[in-house]
Structure formats: C-alpha cells, structure tokens
C-alpha cells in the first residue's frame, strides 16, 4: 500500500494524470497544496476520483482546502494528524 | 511619454510566493507609472476568488492588499473569461473590481503594453 501526495494544480502540471495512471487497487491519494482545486473543479479525472472516493481512498488536507477557501465535491478532509496516520498505515510514499 | 506596462498574473495565491511578489511590485511600480495594466489569466483568477487564510498555512494574508490597487489609482485590471470559467467561477465572485476579456481581447490588450511582465 502506497501513499500517493500530488500537490500541483492540475490547470498547470500533469502532476494527477502521472499519479492516477500509476495508482494500484489499494492505494491512497491525498491531495495536498494547490492541488485541492481538483477537488471544486471538473477535471477529465472526475470518475477516476469518484471511484476513489466511493472506495474510500481519496483525501484532501483541511488546511490547504481551507487557507484558499476551497469546498469540495470528493474525498474525505482530513487535518495533519490523519495526515501522519496514514503515512504510517502505508508501506511507502510517492509525491507527486 | 510614458511606458505602458502590462503586469501578468498565472499562478495561484498560496502554492509559492510569486503572487505575493507580483503584488508588492504592482504597488511599488503605481507610483512611478500611470498607465499599469494587471492581468489575471490560468490559476491566477485564483488570487481573485474566496476569501483566504494564509495563516493556516504559514503565510502572511495578503489578498486585503488587492484592495490597494483601487486606492493606487491602477484601475485596468483584466481577468481572462476563459480562465475563469474553466475553473466554474463567474465575474461577480471575484474580490476586486475587474474586467473580463475574451481570448481575443486579451491579445490585443497584451499588444498594446510597451512592457510585460509574467508571474
């Protein structure tokens, strides 16, 4: 199990594209920094992350959401403690 | 008589410090210049939306200092329609008084600057 961390606007970088196509059936995608845009904002990547969030496996960081005042339609919000928790829970980390 | 100088805003407020810079050089530069252009184009409608809170992320809160620009006399202040309704926002959600161009707009107003600079 790997933690994917993707940070970048996805208007400006292909940063989720790279990630998405290299995420296996187990992993967690947490998006942090401007990359919490993707979650207000309609993507060619809405059904890969929808599936994600139905799985539970897509979360976003409360305090990057909240500074540029970002709601969002997928994904759990997490704070930086559940941050901590599940680079624990995974074996490895991938930033993106 | 006097350059005509176009100042370009792409990136996003918090990411990196380039729209804080941007900023502080639009203010800087209004009083030596009268005839600023600002333009907000890709993620840079982003500095014009929502009301943020740099704090929580360690950073000095510096969208209040748009309101500025008002008070600078640097009125011609463009954001990119395109841009912005990629992102799903509409003119009114922005937190300063602006202008929408078209793509076809904005290429002639980016024209008619003596001087570009891009953040």
């Not at chain 1, 940070?7 to 998006?31: A, G, M, T």
């Not at chain 2, 729209?19 to 890709?42: K, P, Q, Y």
């Not at chain 2, 840079?44 to 992320?57: E, F, T």
Request: glycine share 4%; proline share 2%.
């Amino acid at each position: 199990m790997i933690l994917h961390t993707v940070s970048e606007s996805p208007f400006n970088h292909f940063s989720l594209q790279h990630c998405l196509e290299r995420l296996s059936d187990d992993d967690i995608l947490l998006l942090i920094n401007d990359a919490v845009i993707i979650g207000q904002s309609t993507t060619p990547y809405q059904q890969a992350l929808l599936a994600l969030h139905k799985q539970g496996r897509l979360f976003l960081l409360e305090a990057d959401l909240k500074s540029r005042d970002i709601d969002t339609n997928v994904g759990e919000i997490i704070d930086y403690k559940k941050f901590v928790e599940l680079a624990v829970q995974c074996k490895s980390q991938i930033a993106w | 008589m006097e350059k005509k100088i176009g100042i370009i805003n792409r990136q996003s407020p918090l990411g990196s410090t380039t729209a804080r810079e941007s900023l502080d050089l639009t203010l800087a530069l209004s009083a030596f210049n009268e005839s600023l252009s600002v333009f907000f184009i890709g993620d840079g409608v982003y500095q014009l939306v929502g009301q943020h809170d740099a704090n929580l992320v360690l950073q000095k809160n510096f969208q209040p200092m748009l309101q500025m620009l008002a008070l600078y006399d640097v009125e011609q202040i463009y954001v990119c329609e395109k841009s912005l309704q990629e992102r799903g926002f509409s003119l009114d959600q922005l937190v300063i008084k602006a202008t929408l161009l078209s793509t076809n707009e904005l290429k002639k107003q980016l024209e008619m600057q003596d001087q570009l600079m891009s953040f």
